[in-house]
T-cell receptor, first 117, second 110 residues
């Protein structure tokens, strides 16, 4: 069965510190992988995505993520966190191809990031 | 280019009432989905569609109905509102490159 696990419900870091948010997935084939960010009271914004090729992908706002097939992981990283990065982060997986059971994303439960000044 | 437009942004319903949450996209996306977001539960898929005339159930479809007669619109109908349906609802549209989300509808059922 398809599933996404974000092991950390809440992470707190100091401004300027590095950040890594974990994401593990279970999927029958090599999935497409996504990270979204949600600020309070807002919708979800796409940070980055991986489909194929280079396993290290760059996204917006200075974020990057690395796909590790052997570990079924897609962890999100940022070298230096800014106070404005405080938000909730969601990992998602899917296989967006035409079909009756495809075309949907499976989401993790999210990781809430708090940034101390 | 408006993206994904959800209306209304806020709604209060009485138990037993019915209503429709509207969702429209102008990006010619083939995929559309409805999610509900509750504290600590992440995003749970209610229904989704891979094209006009094609819909399927997600994880929590009970009490909700959808149809997709056009590429642009994907309304979500609450048949008989219950307090357990108090939530924030997100519509999303996408293609093989990913999904774009609307800004959400906050629904309270009293």
């Amino acid at each position: 069965a398809q599933s996404v696990t974000q092991p950390d419900i809440h992470i707190t870091v100091s401004e300027g510190a590095s950040l890594e948010l974990r994401c593990n997935y279970s999927y029958g084939a090599t999935p497409y992988l996504f990270w979204y960010v949600q600020s309070p009271g807002q919708g979800l914004q796409l940070l980055l995505k991986y489909f194929s090729g280079d396993t290290l992908v760059q996204g917006i706002k200075g974020f990057e993520a690395e796909f590790k097939r052997s570990q079924s992981s897609f962890n999100l990283r940022k070298p230096s966190v800014h106070w404005s990065d405080a938000a909730e982060y969601f990992c998602a997986v899917g296989r967006l191809r035409r079909g009756s059971t495809l075309g949907r994303l499976y989401f993790g439960r999210g990781t809430q990031l708090t940034v101390w000044p | 280019n408006a993206g994904v437009t959800q209306t209304p942004k806020f709604q209060v319903l009485k138990t037993g009432q019915s209503m429709t949450l509207q969702c429209a996209q102008d990006m010619n996306h083939e995929y559309m989905s409805w999610y509900r977001q509750d504290p600590g539960m992440g995003l749970r898929l209610i229904h989704y569609s891979v094209g006009a005339g094609i819909t399927d159930q997600g994880e929590v479809p009970n009490g909700y109905n959808v149809s997709r007669s056009t590429t642009e619109d994907f309304p979500l109908r609450l048949l008989s509102a219950a307090p357990s349906q108090t939530s924030v609802y997100f519509c999303a549209s996408g293609n093989i490159y990913g999904y774009t989300f609307g800004s959400g509808t906050r629904l309270t059922v009293v």
